[in-house]
């Protein structure tokens, strides 16, 4: 049996008790007391369960499908970005090996530093 059953059914025990006829005023006082310290105690261990139970239904629920997906589109962006870089180096190499004009040509040749052997 849990704790809050235990207490729930001592709080009962203590009601059926001050109903009775029988029962001296100050000893009904004693066990009204009594029972509201036990009923606020479980008032807060019931809200200390809520608050828990709240926190596991506001989490997001992750399945296979969604992370997979997540996965996905984040590979997919990088791909993207990778494509875009690779194609700017292609563009600035057909920019450097692109054919130039016979007199270009001439010129870089002429203006190239000579090489040492």
Not at 42 to 49: C, D, K, Q, R, S
Not at 72 to 78: Q, S, T
């Amino acid at each position: 049996m849990s704790n809050i059953e235990e207490k729930l059914k001592k709080l009962e025990e203590i009601s059926s008790c001050i109903k009775q006829s029988d029962i001296s005023l100050e000893d009904a006082l004693k066990s009204f007391e009594d029972g509201i310290k036990l009923a606020k105690g479980l008032e807060a261990e019931i809200a200390n369960i809520e608050g828990k139970i709240q926190k596991l239904m506001n989490m997001p629920a992750i399945n296979e499908e969604e992370s997979n997906e997540d996965v996905n589109e984040e590979a997919n962006a990088e791909k993207k970005v990778s494509k875009k870089k690779a194609s700017k180096k292609s563009k600035e190499t057909e920019e450097i090996k692109a054919p130039r004009s016979d007199e270009e040509l001439e010129l870089s040749l002429f203006s190239a530093p000579e090489l040492e052997s």
